[in-house]
């Protein structure tokens, strides 16, 4: 049975019905924000939860809340992301893959991520893209101009 899937047609086919898509080169990608470099020196996180006016951000404690002024205040990881998943929008990131982009964005900036925290970071990441995914499936398109072309981006409307 084994070897049957594993050949040929069976194969790409399964493959074509993946859920999960690669995202090799995101951790570098992040590595080029001077925003989300200092936020990975300071604060050991790259999604962090909005902060009050006049405070400072901080270490989310597990994950950060679905939402859209999160989403917003987490654009720079979030972009990349769906540059990334450009044209395959049904699809969602594996977990695994996002703690491997994690690890390399932290390694790259002289930081060392628990496993724990590595999780945390990258289930944030995919509720921010279910947040995304939300706002570019309404009726009516969003009124955040980088969030309508993420949109754009992520359903594949421009190849």
């Not at 194969?11 to 859920?19: G, I, N, P, T």
């Not at 491997?100 to 995919?126: M, P, Y």
Request: charged share 25%; with cysteine; glycine share 6%.
């Amino acid at each position: 049975m084994a070897q049957c899937l594993a050949s040929g047609k069976a194969f790409r086919k399964l493959e074509a019905m993946s859920c999960f898509t690669a995202l090799g080169g995101l951790g570098e990608d992040w590595d080029k924000s001077r925003t989300l470099v200092r936020r990975l020196t300071n604060v050991s996180a790259l999604v962090v939860e909005k902060p009050k006016p006049g405070a400072e951000e901080v270490t989310p404690e597990g994950q950060i809340c679905r939402s859209v002024e999160n989403l917003r205040h987490n654009a720079e990881a979030v972009l990349p992301l769906a540059i990334k998943m450009k044209g395959q929008f049904s699809k969602i990131p594996e977990i695994q893959a996002l703690e491997d982009e994690l690890t390399i964005a932290f390694t790259k900036v002289g930081k060392v991520a628990t496993k724990q925290v590595l999780n945390e970071q990258a289930w944030s990441l995919r509720y921010m893209w279910g947040v995304l995914k939300h706002l570019c499936y309404r009726k009516q398109p969003p009124r955040v101009p980088w969030l309508l072309l993420t949109c754009f981006f992520g359903t594949g409307v421009w190849n």
